[in-house]
């Protein structure tokens, strides 16, 4: 086989070959596949990384052509056993909910469907759309035929890893600004959608799409979701997360802070904190005042709201002691007051809070609050 060099007058550097060499050695240390696999993907990969470096004008005027060949093989050989790693399942919800928090100020429902499950549906209804894009865009630049389909755990983590890439990448814009692909796509879609327009969650669901969108293939669309987006029912933890996470929007939506939904969005795929300022549009110190924020009514809806489905979450509930350990649990109960010790002892009979502020003469404001002191004094002893 024949790889193209990176080589280019008066400079030397690393052919594709090594790269190649270098990504298959790495691939088979780290998967299970055969080497005819791993040989596949790596021959992509490194195909990209030398179109890259001889396509970059400043890769070449930067006189490291050949570390920066390495860095983004190394880069790609990453993003590539993140997602292998991962598994399709989660691996499909990791590259699902990342590509969903990039766009998810760029997608709006109409005026008269403003909520939080509206605009979830229509996210899905645009990234079952780049999907397919992406899925064209791999075939085309890797010289694919049109019926390729990932069909491997190795082939699916290939073109995850690409379809990320391929959502990030800037695109130029006038006065010398640039933007996400997938950030323009959205504004785009967005901008299509009917002003009163519904989407149908189950039409989302199965990946059917209206007459005349762009022919995209309905079987090509079919085959990718089975993939990508398995209907297998989530484990418990997973299905706790979720509800915890869609009572903590609901709260949100309740008292009206729609910005610390776009946040908590963000927080939840990790982004680091220079990129939610970019993403909200918003400068260190405001991002800082919407964190504070945040964790206001963070720390309200953890210990009064919904403190249950929290705890039971993370395992912290009565049932588990709070989550303190024997010891911390007996000294938990030396340094809390009688009074508190009686409301301990109450909820753990799982008494109504109407009941227990009866019995020790308060009202349900002031057991409340009492109970939030109660829990509060729990997750510093847990913690400390």
């Not at 879609?189 to 009163?196: C, I, K, T």
Request: glycine content about 4%.
């Amino acid at each position: 086989m024949t790889y193209q060099t990176l080589s280019t007058v008066g400079d030397v550097c690393q052919s594709v070959d090594t790269i190649y060499h270098l990504l298959l050695g790495e691939f088979k240390q780290a998967t299970t596949k055969s080497e005819r696999f791993c040989g596949d993907v790596a021959q992509r990969l490194s195909q990209e990384v030398g179109r890259i470096c001889s396509e970059s004008q400043r890769i070449q005027d930067s006189g490291e052509v050949d570390t920066w060949a390495v860095t983004l093989a190394r880069h790609r050989l990453g993003q590539c056993l993140h997602y292998y790693k991962l598994g399709s399942k989660r691996g499909r919800i990791d590259l699902h909910s990342t590509l969903s928090a990039v766009v998810y100020r760029y997608i709006t429902a109409s005026k008269s469907n403003q909520s939080y499950q509206a605009r979830l549906t229509l996210i899905e209804d645009f990234l079952q759309i780049f999907y397919m894009e992406a899925l064209n865009a791999f075939r085309r630049e890797t010289q694919l035929g049109p019926q390729y389909q990932p069909r491997s755990l190795l082939q699916l983590a290939e073109y995850m890893a690409f379809t990320e890439r391929y959502a990030k990448r800037r695109i130029p814009l006038p006065s010398r600004r640039s933007q996400q692909l997938i950030i323009l796509r959205a504004q785009t879609f967005s901008r299509q959608q009917p002003n009163e327009a519904l989407v149908d969650i189950e039409r989302a669901a199965d990946g059917s799409l209206n007459e005349g969108e762009d022919a995209i293939s309905l079987a090509s669309i079919k085959q990718l979701r089975e993939l990508m987006v398995s209907q297998e029912p989530e484990p418990t933890e997973d299905g706790l997360r979720e509800s915890v996470v869609g009572e903590l929007i609901a709260y949100l939506e309740e008292r009206k802070q729609q910005d610390c939904i776009d946040y908590f969005a963000l927080r939840l795929q990790d982004f680091p904190a220079n990129e939610i300022e970019a993403i909200l549009g918003l400068t260190p110190r405001q991002r800082d005042y919407l964190q504070q924020r945040f964790k206001y009514h963070l720390v309200r809806f953890t210990f009064t709201h919904r403190w249950e489905l929290v705890h039971q979450w993370l395992e912290i509930d009565l049932d588990h002691h709070l989550g303190l350990s024997k010891v911390q649990w007996d000294t938990f109960n030396k340094v809390i007051t009688a009074q508190q010790r009686k409301i301990l002892a109450l909820k753990q009979e799982k008494r109504s809070d109407t009941d227990i502020s009866h019995t020790i003469g308060c009202t349900p404001n002031q057991l409340q609050r009492r109970w939030f002191k109660l829990l509060e004094q729990a997750w510093d002893l847990r913690n400390s």
